[in-house]
């Protein structure tokens, strides 16, 4: 569903340190595979190496217990047990009424192109994932200390003020081995849905009908659920004008079926230089196109 990558500012990818030999990493990074997918922390800077072991094992926590409460693999999960009439949704965990109001207002705000019922079903997977992450990285936020949570590909991040900011490669849906924008980012969060790994998995709800027209949707704003909302509803709605439009703080960069980019009229203060992973494969960086569609989307042309 995701195909965002972080992309580190030098060559050497490996953890640098700060100070005399044998001191704390600057940057480390821990991984879990939770939910079915590899859920990895990234840290900067320079914190009491028992407070970070109880933020990251708080964070592993969190997104477990969301896991149990709302996996649809799990016969035991809340979830599981509402699907199949042994409790309400009152009856269940408080978080499943909390996700479920917020999966209601992402179907108005999208005009039901974003719809955790389908076909009858009941299935919150779509806003559970950046859900769970946005909620489980609030314990991060320590003193001093740059971070980001990577869940699948759908990112939190913060960067303390005059400290660098992240820079994170957005991957190319025909080359998922090619980065075709890069965004430099300090407090924000990042989404992208498509099909580039998962395949052709997301249908519009309202026609039932595979989604067709946007083949991958970046969504970048203060709130990783509603960026993981939005991106997957322009896939759904297979338009860079789907009948709804981005709240401001939001940018988008879509790329359709005929392999054209766009992007909305605050995405390209957003952008780096576009790179590959391959260095030998660096390209020049992208432009915008005028004029604007009405959704305040312009073409950008292909690095």
């Known amino acids: 569903m995701t195909s965002v990558a972080p992309v580190d500012r030098?060559?050497?990818?490996?953890?640098?340190?700060d100070g005399a030999p044998g001191a704390a990493p600057s940057r480390r990074s821990y991984t879990e595979m939770i939910m079915g997918l590899p859920i990895s922390i990234h840290l900067r800077g320079i914190v009491d190496r028992a407070t970070e072991a109880r933020?990251?094992?708080?964070?592993?926590?969190?997104?477990?217990?969301?896991d149990h409460v709302f996996s649809t693999?799990?016969?035991?999960?809340?979830?599981?047990?509402?699907a199949r009439g042994e409790i309400g949704v009152d009856a269940a965990d408080p978080a499943v009424?909390?996700?479920l109001d917020l999966a209601e207002e992402a179907r108005r705000r999208t005009a039901g192109a974003f719809d955790v019922?389908?076909?009858?079903?009941?299935?919150?997977?779509?806003?559970v994932k950046g859900w769970?992450?946005?909620r489980a990285a609030r314990h991060l936020d320590l003193p001093g200390v740059d971070w980001y949570l990577n869940a699948g590909g759908d990112i939190a991040l913060h960067s303390d003020r005059g400290r660098p900011p992240w820079r994170v490669g957005i991957e190319d849906p025909a080359d998922t081995n090619s980065v075709m924008a890069v965004v430099d980012v300090a407090d924000c969060a990042i989404a992208t849905s498509g099909g580039a790994h998962r395949g052709a998995h997301i249908v519009d709800p309202r026609t039932g009908a595979?989604?067709?027209?946007?083949?991958?949707?970046?969504?970048?704003?203060?709130d990783l659920v509603w960026a993981d909302v939005f991106a997957t509803a322009f896939v759904a709605?297979?338009?860079?004008?789907?009948?709804?439009?981005?709240?401001?703080?939001?940018?988008?960069?879509?790329?359709?079926?005929?392999?054209?980019?766009?992007?909305?009229?605050?995405?390209?203060?957003?952008?780096?230089?576009?790179?590959?992973v391959d260095p030998a494969r660096e390209t020049g960086g992208p432009r915008m196109d005028a004029p604007t569609t009405p959704h305040g989307t312009a073409g950008l042309a292909r690095p």
């Open 10 to 17: 030098g060559s050497n990818r490996r953890p640098s340190t």
């Open 55 to 66: 933020a990251v094992q708080r964070v592993w926590d969190d997104l477990r217990t969301a």
């Open 73 to 82: 693999y799990r016969d035991d999960s809340d979830i599981s047990r509402i």
């Open 97 to 99: 009424r909390e996700v």
């Open 117 to 127: 019922c389908y076909a009858g079903r009941l299935d919150p997977s779509g806003i």
């Open 132 to 134: 769970a992450a946005a």
């Open 210 to 222: 595979a989604a067709a027209g946007i083949v991958q949707a970046t969504v970048v704003g203060p």
């Open 237 to 276: 709605a297979g338009s860079a004008a789907p009948g709804w439009s981005l709240p401001p703080g939001y940018e988008c960069l879509l790329v359709t079926d005929t392999g054209a980019v766009m992007g909305s009229a605050g995405m390209p203060a957003l952008l780096a230089v576009p790179q590959s």
